[in-house]
């Protein structure tokens, strides 16, 4: 049992590797030609450094202006690992602030949990450092549970939820899937983009592999917050792949709280919204920027009030 969850889970890993490697070079995946979007490497932050939150020096950058946006990445990514497709089209027209969690690029490890909790209070403590008094906030996988943290444990600072492939209870994973997240170790990361970005940016290589079980080993741990994000009152846009790591019931049952699994001709549209992008997996939703921020800033734009039905 254990060899097949090892094979399972190194399938995962090599192909998380495969689409990093593929990542398109340039902000907007469209023909360039035409395109007037800036691509990401060619881009410079208004403003970047180490903001000083609950004992960390967290790494941040910011792009763009307009109402603020933050960005929160999955598990062992960084900034332009996971948000190279999306930072330059959000930017268009929203501040786009983007950190590294604990112990991710170029934000130190400490002698704490790596936990969504935690890294929820140090988003938190960054946008107070910032002078941002309240965002919009995106978390892809890992950093969908981090937004979910921040929404239940810093409301008076949110404005909307974008969570994308991400859980609010450890039974959302699919069951092979989050069985295989105790077998991931650091011999897995060997000649990757993840190990070769954590090495170039001023890491102990020595600590890679500590750092890879105190990420794994929150996701080793039973949990479930699904009354506290239930009383969430602030307008979630769930995204989740047909292929995803994520249950679709999972997606289903928070959006139902939230006023979907009605007619909408009938009785109006919620502040709430929910999205299954077809051909997609887990790691592949990191892809879909050219998808996503649109409906992303539809979402964000929308009035709070939800949609009255239409008369007939």
């Known amino acids: 049992m254990r060899t097949h969850l090892l094979i399972k889970c ?64 999955g598990a062992f990514m960084t900034i332009p690992l996971n948000w190279s497709g999306f930072i330059p089209l959000l930017a268009k027209n929203r501040q786009v602030i983007v950190a590294e969690m604990q112990g991710h690029g170029r934000t130190q490890d400490i002698n704490r949990a790596i936990t969504a909790e935690g890294m929820a209070d140090d988003v938190s403590g960054l946008l107070k450092y910032l002078k941002v008094n309240k965002a919009d906030i995106l978390g892809y996988s890992m950093g969908g549970g981090i937004a979910f943290q921040f929404a239940i444990r810093h409301p008076d600072q949110l404005r909307k939820l974008v969570i994308l492939s991400g859980t609010y209870a450890h039974d959302g994973w699919w069951p092979e899937g989050e ?54 009152k602030a307008p979630i846009f769930l995204v989740i792949g047909d292929m995803d790591g994520v249950r679709y019931e999972h997606a289903l049952d928070l959006f139902r709280t939230k006023g979907g699994g009605k007619m909408g001709d009938m009785h109006g549209l919620p502040p709430s919204r929910l999205a299954i992008l077809p051909g997609t997996t ?22 709070p009030d939800p949609t009255p039905p239409p008369s007939f």
């Open 282 to 303: 887990h790691v592949g939703m990191t892809q879909r920027a050219e998808w996503l921020v649109p409906m992303i800033n539809e979402f964000l734009n929308a009035s």
């Open 10 to 73: 190194l399938g995962i890993v090599t192909l998380m590797m495969l689409l990093l490697s593929c990542q398109p070079k340039t902000g907007n995946p469209t023909d360039q030609k035409s395109s007037k979007t800036m691509s990401f490497k060619d881009m410079k932050p208004n403003q970047s450094g180490y903001a000083n939150v609950n004992g960390l020096k967290m790494y941040y950058e910011v792009y763009g202006k307009g109402e603020p946006i933050v960005l929160l990445h």
């Open 179 to 232: 069985a295989s997240f105790a077998s991931i170790n650091a011999d897995m990361f060997k000649d990757t983009p993840i190990k070769k970005q954590y090495d170039s940016l001023g890491k102990d290589p020595a600590h890679f592999p500590e750092f890879v079980k105190k990420v794994m080993a929150s996701d080793a741990q039973p949990y479930d917050w699904s009354k506290e994000v239930k009383k969430i």
